[in-house]
T-cell receptor, first 118, second 112 residues
Framework: GAVVSQHPSRVICKSGTSVKIECRSL??????MFWYRQFPKQSLMLMAT?????????EQGVEKDKFLINHASLTLSTLTVASAHPEDSSFYIC??????????????FGSGTQLSVL | ELKVEQNPLFLSMQEGKNYTIYCNYS?????LYWYRQDPGKSLESLFV?????AVKQEGRLMASLDTKARLSTLHITAAVHDLSATYFC????????????FGKGTRLSVIA
């Protein structure tokens, strides 16, 4: 079963609305989580690294005031798209390193959130 | 900066045919990952390649890694329609809690 839970799976909202996406690690602790964005028919691009108890680090070109990340606990990171606009419409995927889980996987991925801003 | 290049980006195959997808990367790495993505879905892990010369097979898919050439291949044998999807390779930036860097993906369409 899923080891990283991401909600909601789909959001449709009006321009100017703020949208919160949650990413939870199940049965393991994630001091770090990675947020990716995927535009239609494109690859996954890293947006930011979420660090428990400290500020997130953002990739070049990603507005930290628009994409607010809060990693308040060892199992939960949230991404808030502030005042979303149509150009923010995308598929957002969170991921977490496996922590203490016995696996060769580098990252566990959430199920993704399709954001559509009208 | 780590760069990951995949080719082809688009592939239309007839059922029953064989083909190979290539993944080149720009810096030293011993670990490479292959994923499948269906439309509207997240990533499904296919293969984890952890060392030079690694070869893994699952069904009609076989992946290999040559770290000296910085090349991985994903070979499709006797394609079937169910293999239609987008396939991504991804490389570690570094060991530890670091993100993966993805190739642009190969959109595979298997037609009858």
């Amino acid at each position: 079963g899923a080891v990283v839970s991401q909600h909601p799976s789909r959001v449709i909202c009006k321009s100017g609305t703020s949208v919160k996406i949650e990413c939870r690690s199940l049965d393991f602790q994630a001091t770090t989580m990675f947020w990716y964005r995927q535009f239609p028919k494109q690859s996954l691009m890293l947006m930011a690294t979420s660090n428990e108890g400290s500020k997130a680090t953002y990739e070049q070109g990603v507005e930290k005031d628009k994409f607010l990340i809060n990693h308040a606990s060892l199992t939960l990171s949230t991404l808030t798209v502030a005042s979303a606009h149509p150009e923010d419409s995308s598929f957002y995927i969170c991921s977490a390193p496996p922590g203490g889980r016995m696996t060769n996987e580098k990252l566990f991925f959430g199920s993704g959130t399709q954001l559509s801003v009208l | 900066e780590l760069k990951v290049e995949q080719n082809p980006l688009f592939l239309s195959m007839q059922e029953g045919k064989n083909y190979t997808i290539y993944c080149n990367y720009s810096t030293t790495s011993d670990r490479l990952y292959w994923y499948r993505q269906d439309p509207g879905k997240s990533l499904e892990s296919l293969f984890v390649l952890l060392s030079n010369g690694a070869v893994k097979q699952e069904g009609r898919l076989m992946a290999s890694l040559d770290t000296k050439a910085r090349l991985s291949t994903l070979h499709i044998t006797a394609a079937v329609h169910d293999l239609s999807a987008t396939y991504f390779c991804a490389v570690d930036r570094n060991s530890g809690n670091t993100p993966l860097v993805f190739g642009k993906g190969t959109r595979l369409s298997v037609i009858a």
